[in-house]
């Protein structure tokens, strides 16, 4: 088993959350952000498995 790893980063003026992996963050925050504007509302909602298995295949 797998543990997901999430941040919460700041680039290009701006705030977001992702998946941290090998080769970098998955920027989840461009993806759900209108559903989760923080990680901490994903975390509220109860979504960290949800976005780990969607997220498990995108790319950095």
Do not use: C, H, N
């Amino acid at each position: 088993m797998t543990i997901a790893k999430f941040a919460t980063f700041a680039a290009a003026g701006g705030q977001g959350y992702g998946l941290v992996t090998q080769d970098g963050i998955i920027d989840l925050s461009r993806r759900y952000g209108s559903k989760w504007p923080t990680l901490r509302e994903v975390i509220a909602d109860g979504a960290l498995t949800k976005l780990a298995d969607e997220a498990s295949a995108l790319a950095p």
